[in-house]
């Protein structure tokens, strides 16, 4: 709705008329700010129709001042003594009132009822725009706005987003058009869209971005792209983001003129160190750098004979000085196929805890294969007590239907954050290893590969947003729960009414399993197409790495189907805890979600649901289709209350889901029975096509891949 769409819904509010639903983009994401009504209406209006400010141009008064116009369809005014008062914690008139405010920090802030008044206090002026944000959020989702007692304070320092964007604008598993960084233009045409960004990231807590995709070109390490850079950091910084880079490690040779990139040559070290200068001369607040190295081609230390600490401690070194960090990835695999690609980035980085300096990250994903639907969390979070870990999750649904199927992945997250390493005890969550409090780290920090693109929606789906909104709550506090988060998003994206929030709610949360049941169900895992990662291949194999192929993971032979990661097998079980590995070792004790994961098991075995493998596998296809098909029905019967046009994208998008988790039953039955040559349990019916249909289908223009 634009401001002719809310002056007349103002007027007609005034004369007591009906709002109706207005035509919707997905461009103003969960910042619609659409008029309230009734007693929501007359709460904001009481509680926050003016707003005091030491600082009338600051950032978060601009942001508190936009949110609630739209709340009450009328400009509220910024005036000495308004309703909503606004300072940091080092204001006099914050100070005179005599509050605890120690210990926010400069991202933490409280939001109080006093008296007919509300303080919204930061401990900086990053901290007093979040605390803004939030308000703000609760008056969208229609909250009491009496008697608040509000203390925030991150539990994760750096939330940053990881962009798999190219500077020719191509974005490596993305699904919502181009890059929205026009390197061409910059640095004298700054997108107003940058702004946007920058207020939608700030809204949910994100405090840094990384530019450039982790496979990297080191143009963008050059001075004409690096004043580029220092635009885009001047458009955030007011937002409390700082920008970082993906640094190529070849870079030295590859723009610098040197022979080679060699850490140990001090040549090369003091290459990086006037190139850390250089940056932080234009960007004084630069973040630091990314590096993925030695993994799918990328150059390396190994390709000199050093090691990851070598090569991660040659770069922390150079930003040291300005107070940078070095987030190294652990996302490795060798030249040489590994007799299980799952062990090697455990093989390779525990043997290095506590080599890296205390400006270096590793950068870990939350599974130790490549973002499939379900994975068990990765072996390295608890084993690394003397190196801290971020986490790495994918926002961009590479390998969970793109843009079109509707998956909500708060609850993926959720399991593995939430998971027990049991390292070096029972309590010791992951959520402890990446927040630094189980090994009293101090540096800590997560990062989301970003689903953000040109598309107007910014994610190529309207409830593809929910998944950039649930990243970066949970960022800020991995202790909320899923159904917290996603009623957070629906209320402020579809409006707070629960006969909309309630249903929305029950299509967003089974979401997740269902793609897991109708994909990868009971622990398979690397199903998909070659390259693009579209649709379902169980049969591929062959090209130039065995463990790029999915008969690799999934094994399947007349007599049974799954990866063996037993002491029996590859071993992999022994990189956990032994509570763990002795869980896993067991078929009996696997839970039934990771049994393929970690066993080869026999068609004919029964499980614990009282069906054998095969038919439980047929159960879960076709749940997952069940699923779908309930999520269009809820859909269907939202139409007239959300607007026509995010309605009709997202039924269309949902029958296009459930034609392809069809797909998926079928072209999966039909292999499975090529191998097995069982018959189908009773009531299932046969694929409709051919193996030989199926395999024959092709996507060579599919969005996203690499290249």
Known sequence: MHMLGRLLASLMLAVGLAVPVFAEDGYDLWLRFRPLTGAALAQTETRLGSIDAADAGDVAVAELSRGLSG???????????GKVLLGTANDPAITALGLDLRGLGPDGYVIRSIGDRTLVAGGSRTGLLYGVFH??????????LTALTVREVPKIDRRILNHWDNLDRYVERGYAGHSIWDWHKLPDWQDPRYKDYARANASIGINGTVLNNVNA?????TRPYLEKVAALADVFRPYGIRVYLTARFSAPK?????????PADPAVAAWWKEKADEIYALIPDFGGFLVKANSEGQPGPQDYGRSHADGANMLADALAPHGGIIMWRAFVYSHETPDDRAKQAYTEFVPLDGQFR????VQVKNGAIDFQPREPFHPLFGAMPKTPLMM????????????????????????????DTFRPKQGSTVAKVVDGSLDGHKLSA???????GSDRTWSGSHFDQANWYAYGRLAWDHGLSSEAIAQEWAAATFGPDPAIVDPILSMMLPSHQAVVDYMTPIGLHHLMGRGHHYGPAPWLTGGPRADWTSVYYHRATKDGIGFDRTRRGTGAVDQYAKVWADRFDKVKTTPPDFLLWFHHVGWQQPLASGRTLWAELLY???RGIQTVASMRRTWEGLRGKVDEDRWQQTAAFLSIQQKEAQWWRDASVAYWQSINGLPLPPGEKPPPQTLEHYKSLSFPFAPGDGK
């Open 135 to 144: 308000l703000l959020r609760l008056a969208q989702e229609t909250a009491p």
């Open 217 to 221: 070109n080191a143009t963008i390490l």
């Open 71 to 81: 709340l009450l369809g009328k400009t509220v005014p910024v005036a000495t003594g």
């Open 392 to 419: 790495e999750f994918q926002i961009t649904k590479e390998y969970l239907g793109f843009a079109t199927h509707l998956v909500y992945l708060a609850p993926m997250w959720k399991e593995v954050l939430d998971a």
């Open 620 to 622: 879960r296809y076709g």
């Open 254 to 262: 590859e723009i610098g003129g040197l022979a080679h990139a060699d």
């Open 358 to 361: 205390d400006n270096v990250l």
């Open 446 to 452: 997560m990062a989301g590969v970003a689903n953000i």
